[in-house]
């Protein structure tokens, strides 16, 4: 009877190691698959592209920010010989005073700066706008990378981007 109880135990016990690990396995690979979807949002713009362009321009400096650079990735690619179809440009927005907060305690995120509003056309003909998921990206820094970008950055954009994308 005590050796049948020994081997139940036993069974029990690595029932529950290969649940465990299964189990693991199936977040893991959740995370894999929905990470790179969840860090980048992407809405459709009411407006066509030069428009949506032109209204990203006036409402950065609305809110406070500048609008650092506009990127044409097409123009850009032309210049070393590559063509691309599709429209592509790239507005680079920053706030002095959130970018000096954020390096003040954490300099490495420097590479995410200035913050950029991607447009596009896509292959349907819409005009859609791209940004990182300012909150999720915010909670896993954490600290005041999260008060921040997950509060004050997160909160401007979602004003500068009001009046453009549809609901």
Known sequence: MAKVKSQDR??????????IMVGALLCGSAIVVAMPRMMIVTQESRLDFEETVAALER????????????MDM??????????????????????AEYAK?????????STLMPCTIA????????????????????????GNIAKVMGGSVARD???????IVRN
Do not use: Y
């Open 59 to 70: 409402a950065i400096p609305a809110r406070g920010w500048v609008v650092s650079t506009v």
């Open 10 to 19: 036993r069974s029990w016990m690595v029932a529950g190691m290969i649940g």
């Open 119 to 142: 447009v596009w056309e896509s292959d349907d003909g819409r005009v859609l706008l791209s940004k990182m998921n300012m909150p999720l990206m915010a909670r896993m820094f954490g």
């Open 157 to 163: 954009e979602h004003a500068i981007l009001s009046d």
């Open 101 to 109: 907060s954020v390096l003040t305690t954490d300099r490495h995120v």
């Open 74 to 95: 097409n123009q850009s690619m032309a210049k070393h010989g590559v063509e691309f179809g599709p429209r592509v440009k790239l507005v680079k927005l920053c706030k």
